[in-house]
């Protein structure tokens, strides 16, 4: 059973997928979508469990063996990564279940699709099947987006769409230049024929450069980031917080192909301009956090600070740095998606002023105020919470790096802003009310949601106090990652391994 471990993930979207769209019964979907979910988390746990032992996993489907054949690698990244998207998709399924899912058709087996995608493109060994996972999660969020109907959401789709359009055809060009250039798309094969002597490298830098361009885009990254905010900000709630680790992929994408293909050939690609454009997405996200008029809009620009913050890491090149963006990459994804969960709820609650920063009336329910000031003390980065701890830790591992002074200034600034910002717009949310308003009475928030919303919330505190034990498991993760030289070994072969893939201490 342990042979076939790294098909399951997505073998179990695909299959429940094809299961709803037998029935157009509502009701059967989301049976088969929690059940299908739930059963994800239970495998991901259990993959992640096996890949902490440090031995990299290959399946080869068909039993052809790379680099001729389609492989999936487990490591402690992609496991970690797939358990973190299980989760996720679980919760934000069952917020959905409460009946957004009623709101337009087919939202169960494109919801399995947009999973089957994420957990594609962190497990697979090929750039090719990566730009194929890419695109199967490409294509469920371009309908996941319109979800619902309405014209902000018809607008920000359109745009999203382009985009992502321009985006893939990016892709295939870099592609088609790695393969001309190289004669592979199998990762661990392009960083062994990166080494070997007689191939163009200035085209090489060129196909890698449009990758890294293509993997910023779906990041985030400024020039490349004003369809993002404005997309996040007009999904549907549980859309958008299954959104929140989308940005993440591209981030991923980046840290594994800067580690195991350009690091030990290609180390300065990435220096200065990846850094540079990091640091002013977090500038832009965190003004734009300061202008934002709505709670899911603010939502939008953190989920976009915290994809610049983390893109700061791959061009640092250091085991250290990329542990502590790990854990980063955790609490601020889940933070977040609860975040998101919790501005649909207050919009319901707050009628005609729904999200907005305007005086509205006195919201009913106490823990949705007390739900608020946690995921908003979470997201601003104040101590106890994981949004505290995560910030601490990327600060202190850039220390010695040489754009440490740069990077320090504009993330404890870009954070005082954001502080700034949730502080003034809670005001309206929970204690500034329009004179003699009364409480309106509201949708029942439901205990699908409510589980939901609180369970993500309580990520915020739960990851805090189990800091230790997963900066360890971080540790251990980007130590893995940057020996290039096992991931090699692991997927080619130890015959594979030449000089410039070495395993560093």
Not at 66 to 79: E, S, Y
Not at 253 to 280: F, G, H, K, S, Y
Not at 396 to 415: K, M, N, Q
Not at 479 to 497: E, F, N, S, T
Request: charged content about 10%; hydrophobic content about 60%.
């Amino acid at each position: 059973m342990n042979a076939h471990a790294p098909i399951l993930p997505i073998l179990i979207p695909m299959a429940a997928a094809l299961l709803q769209m037998a029935s157009g019964r509502v009701s059967f979907q989301r049976a088969v979508g929690l059940l299908a979910s739930a059963l994800l988390v239970f495998v991901t746990g259990w993959l992640t469990l096996l890949a902490d032992d440090g031995l990299l996993r290959v399946y080869a489907l068909g039993d052809w063996p790379a680099p001729f054949g389609i492989v999936l690698v487990v490591d402690r990244l992609a496991a970690a990564m797939t358990l973190l998207t299980a989760i996720l998709g679980f919760l934000v399924l069952l917020y959905a279940s409460a009946g957004f899912d009623e709101t337009g058709i087919h939202f169960h087996p494109l919801f399995q699709f947009q999973l089957l995608g994420l957990l594609g493109a962190f497990l697979t060994g090929d750039l090719f099947n990566l730009f194929v996972f890419f695109e199967i999660m490409l294509l469920a969020s371009y309908v996941l987006l319109a979800h619902g109907g309405g014209l902000a959401r018809t607008r920000a789709g359109i745009s999203y769409v382009v985009l992502n359009l321009v985006g893939s055809a990016l892709f295939l060009i870099a592609l088609g230049l790695i393969y001309g250039t190289l004669g592979t798309l199998n990762l661990a094969d392009v960083a062994r024929a990166l080494t070997v002597p007689g191939h163009d490298h200035a085209l090489a830098r060129l196909a890698f450069a449009l990758l890294i361009t293509v993997f910023a885009l779906k990041a985030g990254l400024l020039p490349l980031s004003f369809w993002l905010p404005h997309t996040y900000g007009a999904a549907g709630a549980p859309v958008a917080a299954l959104f929140a680790i989308m940005t993440k992929v591209g981030i991923v994408a980046i840290l594994r192909v800067q580690a195991i293909a350009l690091e030990p050939v290609m180390p300065d690609l990435l220096d200065n301009w990846l850094t540079t454009l990091a640091l002013a997405t977090v500038a832009f996200a965190a003004l734009g956090a300061l202008a934002a008029t709505r709670l899911q809009a603010l939502v939008a620009w953190l989920v976009l600070l915290s994809a610049g913050t983390l893109l700061v890491t791959p061009a640092q090149a250091n085991s250290e740095v990329t542990a502590a963006a790990l854990y980063y990459l955790l609490q601020s994804t889940l933070a977040g998606a609860a975040f998101f969960l919790l501005a649909g709820l207050i919009a319901e609650q707050r009628g005609k002023a729904a999200d907005q920063f305007v005086a509205g009336p006195p919201l009913r329910a106490t823990w949705l105020k007390i739900a608020f000031l946690l995921v908003a003390t979470t997201a601003a980065a104040l101590p106890p919470f994981s949004g505290f701890v995560g910030k601490l830790m990327l600060l202190t591992s850039t220390r010695d790096v040489e754009a440490a002074t740069a990077i320090w200034v504009v993330v404890l600034v870009s954070g005082f802003i954001v502080m700034a910002a949730l502080a003034r717009d809670g005001c309206y949310l929970i204690w500034k009310h329009k004179t003699a308003a009364r409480s309106l009475p509201g949708a029942p928030v439901g205990w699908q949601r409510a589980t939901a919303t609180a369970l993500l919330i309580a990520a915020g505190p739960l990851l805090a106090i189990a800091a230790h034990p997963l900066s360890n498991y971080a540790a251990r993760t980007a130590a893995q990652l940057h020996a290039p030289g096992v991931y090699v070994a692991g997927v080619l072969g130890a015959g594979a391994i030449t000089t410039g893939h070495e395993e560093r201490p």
